[in-house]
């Protein structure tokens, strides 16, 4: 899968509480819950963001609670991609599960800045500044769970078992 | 080379005599979980497996306490796709209202979770059933969805850190100070990915209700679980609640732990987490500056008997601060009982808290107790993230029961040999 598109950056420990408040969890409609996506980080986020943009956020990215409605959120505001030096855990597994595309990439963090037009090559694990040019390697994913994406979820994979 | 319990309890689940850290495995689940904000998410993956049963009717545990009593008509709806959920394929283990509490309080306290389990529950608190030995960790909605089908989940063997904590537990220092501190020590993504084995004399002498509150915020450092080695307080607390076999796991001398930290608590002071991360740690005589508008005593952190003990027993006879809004939530209706039997809701009410029902409340930000733009709070939560208690400008302050009762009564932060 490749994306192109436009970086929003973000800094470290951003948790689901950010990404989309608890005072908004009555409902786990994507296009409701786009509505108020990391509008406590940024309150402008959820009308400047465009689909196909790409976020691009410091260690530990999805921190804190469990709520699937953290990448249902973010898929739901259109990003195609998010690209984090470091995810917590469960948000990391809630993101494969529900077919959010992401990707852990050390040396893309410090040298992409909000704004930059970015490539991203998940098959590859390749992220291309097409602002400077550089290309930065990421870690890709483990088989199993490149299938499990590759089935579009967990529930798909389940079925065809 | 040896194993620590965590990957002794994976490896059981996977059918294998062996596990190493980072090796992907397929685990038989003992409990699935889920409450009114992840299971309605979850329902709407399993409807689409089209499937007409749940793998065991007894092994999921569903419970509505996130925003029940249903804060507005959406919560409602979401609490009634539960509730027919659970009706429709036979759940055994529904809480309706009544019956209900702060699931991390309730399951251990009805003997739904016991020594040896592994437990997945949409809920990243879910690490709170370390405290008995157990393997538990929070998933998402989809993660619940496939277990409730299948009855299994995947897992990626976590390393460990051995965190030991030795010397003279000073009055007043709790559970919560200690995981607190050790939160403050390594950081919010200190521990991620990985098992934190809680360890050493402190512990061997902690009681089960800080036992409960140490696994409990092992997310708050980033951890997959938190877990502490079963042993006779385990066994007292489990004894009348069991309804089933278990099993008590200890780690091997020659267990492979990535890290292992020590602390000697007998100088430590109780501490606070300032906004806006649980890792952001002082003791409390560096806070005292810092006055307040609201302190919440309750959540599935530290909403059990002994935490209400601590707190009416500072509160007695005194006075809530006049610009103090004091709330208290027991974390289950047994708690809330208990607790009025021995006369602690009496002490509170004549303070001048507000008591609830168990709720999460404002934990979340949910309902019951919603901070306004500049607010400040101190809560025995788990979490004091930017808009976590109500608005985004608003400030939370994590402490111990005992310096929550301290500070209400000052109406700032205050050292509980204050007052
Ligand atoms: S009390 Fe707070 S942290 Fe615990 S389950 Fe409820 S919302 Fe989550």
Not at chain 1, 58 to 68: H, L, Y
Not at chain 1, 94 to 102: M, Q
Not at chain 2, 232 to 251: G, L
Not at chain 2, 392 to 408: H, I, M, Q, T
Request: overall charge negative.
């Amino acid at each position: 899968m490749k994306f192109t598109g436009k970086v929003h950056k973000f800094g470290a420990d951003i948790d689901t509480d950010v990404i989309i408040p608890a005072r908004y969890l009555n409902t786990f409609d994507p296009a409701e819950l786009a509505k108020h996506c990391l509008e406590d980080a940024d309150p402008e986020f959820p009308t400047k963001v465009q689909a196909g943009d790409i976020i691009v956020a410091d260690k530990n990215f999805g921190c804190g609670s469990s709520r699937e409605h953290a990448p249902i959120a973010i898929k739901g505001a259109g990003i195609a991609c998010v690209i984090a030096r470091s995810f917590a855990r469960i948000f990391y597994r809630n993101a494969i599960n529900t077919g959010l595309p992401i990707l852990e990439c050390d040396t893309a963090i410090d040298a992409i800045n909000s704004g930059d037009e970015v490539e991203v090559d998940l098959d590859l694990g390749q992220v291309r500044n097409l602002r400077t040019g550089e290309v930065y390697e990421a870690t890709p994913f483990p088989s199993f769970m490149q299938e499990i994406m590759a089935k579009g979820g967990l529930i798909n994979y389940i079925k065809d078992k | 080379m040896g194993m620590t319990i965590s990957q002794k309890i994976l490896a059981f689940h996977a059918g294998k005599e062996f596990v190493a850290p980072g090796e992907l495995v397929n685990c038989k689940l003992d409990v699935v979980l889920g409450n009114d904000v992840t299971a309605p998410v979850a329902i709407a993956e399993f409807d689409k497996l089209g499937i007409n049963q749940v793998f065991d009717q007894e092994k999921i545990v569903l419970v509505p306490d996130h925003f029940t009593p249903n804060k507005d008509i959406k919560s409602a709806e979401q609490s009634k796709t539960m509730r027919d959920f659970a009706r429709k394929f036979g759940i055994k283990h529904y809480f309706e209202i009544g019956s209900m509490g702060i699931e991390h309080c309730l399951l251990p306290e009805q003997g739904l979770v016991l020594p040896g389990d592994l437990i997945i529950g949409a809920d990243s608190h879910t690490c709170t059933y370390g405290a008995l030995g157990a393997f538990a960790t929070g998933v998402g909605s989809t993660d619940m969805a496939a277990g409730m089908a299948t009855g299994e989940a995947w897992f990626r063997v976590p390393e460990s850190i051995k965190f030991i904590y030795y010397g003279e537990m000073p009055r007043w220092l709790s559970g919560k100070d200690l995981i607190l501190h050790t939160i403050g020590d390594i950081g919010v993504d200190g521990a991620r990915y990985m098992s934190m084995e809680f360890t050493g004399e402190v512990i061997s002498k902690l009681s089960m209700d800080n036992r409960f509150t140490m696994a409990n915020m092992a997310i708050e450092a980033g951890g997959k679980n938190g877990i502490i080695a079963a042993d006779d307080i385990t066994r007292d607390y489990i004894e009348q609640r069991a309804k089933r076999p278990y099993t008590i796991y200890q780690s091997d001398p020659d267990a492979d732990y990535v890290e292992i930290r020590e602390y000697d608590v007998s100088k430590m002071e109780p501490v606070i987490a300032f906004p806006h991360l649980p890792e952001n740690t002082h003791p409390v005589s560096e806070a005292t500056e810092v006055s307040l508008d609201q302190v919440v005593i309750g959540s599935c952190t530290n909403g059990r008997l002994e935490d209400l003990e601590i707190a009416a027993s500072l509160l007695k006879g005194k006075k809530v601060h006049p610009e103090i809004r004091l709330l208290v939530f027991p974390g289950t209706q047994q708690i809330y009982l208990d607790a009025l039997r021995r006369g602690y809701i009496e002490t509170f009410i004549e303070a001048g808290a507000v008591v609830s029902t168990p709720t999460c409340g404002p934990c979340l930000g949910g309902h019951m107790g919603i901070l306004a733009k500049g607010e400040k709070a101190l809560a025995t939560t788990n979490r004091n993230f930017v808009g976590r208690m109500g608005h985004p400008e608003s400030e939370v302050y994590l402490a111990s029961p005992a310096v929550a009762a301290a500070s209400a009564i000052k109406g700032r932060i205050t050292a509980p040999w204050e007052v």
